[in-house]
């Protein structure tokens, strides 16, 4: 296994210490073309694999304000 192959996990910037974080391993789009995305509080629990282009228009939509908050 090389280290592209091992998740670099990392959090926002952003991110506040409130706990309601992500932690995403995008060092995978090229190897594996994934993007693993787990809970901050529970890293050693599930995580969830998004195809690099589903991940890529959600970030997307983030970035355009595709989820307005109500």
Do not use: Q
Not at 10 to 24: D, L, Q, R
Not at 31 to 39: F, H, K, M, Y
């Amino acid at each position: 296994m090389t280290t592209t192959d091992s998740p670099r996990w990392f959090k926002s910037s952003y991110s506040s210490n409130g706990g309601a974080c992500i932690e995403v391993a995008a060092n995978l789009v090229v190897s594996r073309g994934i993007v693993p995305v787990r809970d901050s509080k529970d890293p050693h629990g599930p995580a969830l694999a998004f195809g690099a282009g589903v991940w890529g228009e959600f970030v997307a939509e983030v970035k355009g304000d595709g989820f307005p908050s109500t």
